[in-house]
């Protein structure tokens, strides 16, 4: 008999599935500007959840709480979805509910002095009034018997779970209450307490700029430091500093040499001057390196000693890259947002088999939901670590939950480490025999581009991904430059070549990575970029409209044959590359004309409504890396 049941045996035999959630989730996490807002932020939603969820486990036991699977690990603590389930006895319903309510007003308390103590005194007085939580409590339960949870626990979940669909359509409404004053430039919503944003401002100028007038959620948000509130560093202070990951890990891997100590030196200089001891990925940019830039973002003083420093920094920066052989880092980051396929029909008993089959009622117990559980939390840890690792990701992981992800990475480590994580998502289900999938958001974006952009961008294209393919388990990319041009890539994981079957499944991603490497090849192997340039122009040319089935139909003939003529005219003709085997199966270079024939022909894309553009998306993509990877391959 479950373990569950039977400790619940002394309570009675009449109990509750309760659902609870804690809000408000995106609009809350995303209220950000810098990437500190938006990891404090998801920090404090999932300590949130975690504070509410207490009165549970200590009342009734871990084991009493079915989802999620508690592991205790400061990350994974820190990272809690804010959905949970549990059983508990219907006569204590009341009572742990106003426990929950409670644990929630306290955990928010301990925040705010935490708060409270990184102002002014004069400033402390006026947000005391201003402080009201964020947080709410959404909750549902539904009556059980020991009986039910036995033998038909199934229906129960399906029960609760349509209550709680209805219940969140009803959301709590709270009509603003404030005044005609100015409102915070970054949520837009909450009022500021201009009259003595001058006395927060002069005190905290490292942390915000001068034009920015910050409500006070935002404000904590900002000031609070990880381990303010218990959790582990985030490392990134802003995506600036995630664009410049790899370079700044470099150049400390090779402190010993003279170049990188000099540069050092200077670093801690300008630190002093603006009052900030963290190396800022801004010191590894050349164009950043000037007083205009130290002023705007922190004020720095106007003399000429501190802009001759700024001069003579810049020089030492430059030696520094000259002396490792490598270019100035990508001023280009990534956003990697992942959401697991079909969650909802996964907890509530649909569960897919790796046979095919959908598991038997009569299977789906708490045990087994408990099982899923633990599952994702594995699944959440193994990819948070995957993010965090200097030798893998290198980047921020925001929040990994197990079934959804939003992380920070280096353009140079972005392709690899989403192919990554969703292997480490699909192979924790498939110990398991269970057939599970998950579909992406990848935005590329420059570090100046607002920060909210990208995470709507990256938000949308999981649910494009999503709408692509109907049985999903695909990406969505979108480049956005600087200039202003956007380009939208998405395609499956993996496909299977007809008439390469004995290769089996193909993961697109790395296709695309090992494209991009030949045109990285030194110039006696490389691939020209001339390439992509040239077939792109001809690339109209090989379809023609039918009429009759109103769809263009791909010349198969032509588009090889003019491929292998592009290939032969723009790779040298004693490359390596032509020798070059895919799983010592097929010649590299022949599996890149069937594959590309493949994601161009709209006979064999049908979900893509244009698959001639979206094949040449993924040429633009495919030549922004080669651009911006180009003499920094030691960065990788």
């Not at 008999?1 to 959630?21: A, D, P, Q, W």
């Not at 399906?158 to 709680?164: G, V």
Request: with cysteine; aromatic share 10%; hydrophobic share 35%.
């Amino acid at each position: 008999m479950n373990e569950l049941i039977e400790n619940m045996k002394t309570y009675g035999n009449e109990f509750c599935l309760l659902r609870v959630s804690i809000g408000p989730v995106q609009e809350f996490i995303s209220e950000a500007r810098k990437t500190r807002d938006l990891y404090i932020g998801s920090r404090l939603l999932s300590l949130a959840t975690l504070n509410s969820m207490k009165p549970l486990y200590e009342t009734y036991g871990p084991k009493s709480i079915i989802y999620p699977h508690i592991k205790y690990s400061k990350e994974r603590l820190s990272s809690l979805p804010n959905i949970y389930m549990a059983v508990i006895p219907k006569s204590k319903l009341d009572e742990t509910l106003s426990q929950m309510e409670n644990g929630l007003c306290n955990f928010w308390n301990d925040v705010q002095k935490k708060f409270y103590l990184k102002l002014s005194y004069d400033c402390r007085g006026h947000y005391n009034q201003k402080m009201k939580s964020p947080f709410y409590i959404n909750w549902v339960a539904v009556p059980v018997t020991i009986e039910e949870l036995n033998n038909s626990y199934k229906l129960k979940v399906k029960e609760i779970l349509r209550f709680f669909d209805e219940r969140k359509v009803t959301r709590n409404f709270e009509s603003w209450e404030g005044e005609c004053v100015q409102k915070c430039s970054q949520c837009g919503r909450r009022e500021c307490a201009s009259e003595i944003y001058t006395s927060v401002h002069k005190k905290l100028k490292s942390r915000i700029r001068e034009n920015e007038v910050l409500c006070p959620i935002c404000l904590l948000k900002r000031l609070l430091n990880p381990d303010d509130i218990g959790v582990n560093d985030q490392k990134f202070d802003s995506v600036m500093d995630i664009s410049a990951a790899s370079a700044k890990k470099l150049i400390e891997q090779k402190n010993e040499k003279t170049e990188v100590k000099e540069f050092a030196e200077k670093i801690r200089e300008i630190g002093e001057y603006i009052g900030i001891t963290h190396k800022n990925g801004e010191y590894y940019y050349e164009d950043y390196l000037n007083f205009d830039f130290f002023k705007k973002e922190y004020e720095a003083p106007d003399d000429q000693e501190f802009r001759r420093l700024c001069e003579d920094t810049k020089k030492k920066l430059r030696a520094v890259y000259e002396s490792l052989g490598i270019k100035e880092p990508s001023k280009y980051y990534s956003i990697l947002m992942m959401d697991g396929d079909n969650m909802g029909k996964l907890m509530s008993g649909e569960v897919k088999l790796a046979s095919g089959e959908i598991i038997k009622d009569t299977d789906f117990t708490i045990d087994y939901q408990k099982k899923l559980s633990e599952i994702l939390a594995d699944t959440g840890a193994n990819t948070s670590e995957l993010i965090r690792d200097d030798r893998e990701g290198n980047g921020l992981c925001v929040y990994s939950g197990g079934d959804d992800l939003l992380a920070f990475l280096p353009l140079e480590r972005s392709l690899s480490t989403a192919n990554k994580a969703r292997s480490s998502f699909i192979s924790e289900f498939n110990e398991s025999n269970i057939k599970q999938t998950i579909s992406a958001g990848i935005v590329i974006l420059h570090h100046k581009d607002p920060l909210r952009r990208g995470l709507e961008e990256a938000r949308k294209n999981v649910d494009q991904a999503k709408e692509l393919f109907k049985d999903k388990d695909a990406f969505c990319i979108t480049l956005r430059l600087f200039s202003g041009s956007v380009v939208t890539w998405g395609y499956k994981w993996e496909i299977e070549i007809p008439n390469l079957q004995e290769l089996g499944s193909i993961k697109i991603l790395d296709i695309l990575s090992c494209f991009i490497s030949f045109m990285l090849e030194g110039p006696e192997n490389k691939l020209s970029t001339g390439f992509v340039h040239e077939f792109m122009e001809e690339l109209s040319s090989f379809y023609k409209y039918n009429e009759y089935r109103s769809t263009l139909e791909l010349n198969e003939k032509m588009f090889k044959s003019e491929l292998s003529r592009l290939l032969k005219r723009h790779i040298p003709s004693g490359s390596k590359l032509w020798q070059l085997k895919f799983k010592d199966v097929i010649l590299t270079l022949d599996l890149i004309t069937e594959l590309f024939f493949y994601m161009a022909d709209p006979d064999k894309n049908k979900s893509i409504e244009t698959a001639k553009e979206n094949f040449e998306n993924f040429l633009q993509i495919a030549l922004f890396f080669v651009r911006e990877e180009t003499g920094r391959g030691d960065l990788k």
